[in-house]
């Protein structure tokens, strides 16, 4: 392939200087006046102009950095210092070693920050959720553990039972078989809570885990 290619009427060209062959720049630019023309023309009859409102594409600049400073910045911002249309731009140079090494520092660091937020979040969604569950339960307790005389099951209000499930799935349905969601009225909610007697009922659970928080504040990030 010889530079005479960049000829061939196949070759996508930019308005503007550095842009277009000469004469290939003349067609375009009197390509875009006729469709700005056709536009107006169209739409003065009623019709839907816009079609015909065509933006050629024009030269853009590429960027120069001035220092080790900028273009660490414009990798790490980009992600792109393991890509080579990165490190090269428009043929230019961007990047050395010492700019690499730099932004892939950089990177790990901010990586290293969302793992420990991600990870501060979920123990605060687990010190939530089990509040929540031991609230229930305490004022389960302390109201006098009203049980549904028809079917035997808690009876708690939908937050309460909510609140006890959401604590209790992943520890009683240890394969996963269950998901939240199926949780969504007071009856499922009590009704799972009544039918769990697998060694231990709901309440028993729940007791056992008040006595557990007492001796081990952070218990809810291992379980029960």
């Known amino acids: 392939m010889t530079g005479n290619a ?16 000469p004469e290939a720049a003349i067609r375009m630019k009197a390509l875009n006046k006729e469709y700005r023309k056709t536009a ?3 739409t003065g009859m009623g019709f839907n102009g816009g079609v015909m409102d065509v933006k050629l594409p024009k030269v853009k600049k590429a960027g120069v950095f001035e220092d080790n400073k900028a273009r660490i910045q414009y990798l ?6 393991n890509k080579a249309g ?6 230019l140079l961007v990047a050395n070693c010492q700019v690499v090494n730099e932004c892939n520092r950089r990177v ?7 793992m420990e937020a991600a990870a501060t979040k979920k123990v605060d969604q687990s010190v939530d959720t089990w509040n929540k ?7 389960w307790v302390t109201t006098g553990r009203k049980v549904d005389d028809a079917n035997g099951c808690p009876d708690l209000d939908r937050p309460s039972s909510y609140a006890v499930v959401k604590f209790l799935l992943p520890k009683i349905d240890i394969k996963g078989e269950l998901r939240l969601k199926d949780f969504g009225t007071m009856k499922k909610c009590n009704t799972w809570l009544g039918g769990i007697g697998r060694g231990m009922t709901w309440d028993e659970h729940m007791e056992a885990a008040v006595a557990k928080s007492m001796e081990n504040p952070l218990f809810t990030l291992g379980g029960v």
């Not at 960049?6 to 277009?20: T, Y």
């Not at 790490?76 to 210092?81: E, F, G, K, L, S």
């Not at 790990?108 to 969302?114: I, R, S, Y």
């Not at 569950?133 to 004022?139: H, M």
């Open 40 to 42: 107006k023309v169209l």
């Open 76 to 81: 790490v911002d980009n992600r792109c210092m």
């Open 6 to 21: 960049a000829n061939d009427p196949k070759v996508r060209h930019e308005l503007g200087d550095g842009g277009a062959p």
């Open 133 to 139: 569950a031991k609230g229930a339960y305490v004022e």
């Open 108 to 114: 790990a660091g901010v990586e290293k920050k969302k």
């Open 86 to 91: 990165g490190l090269f731009k428009t043929g």
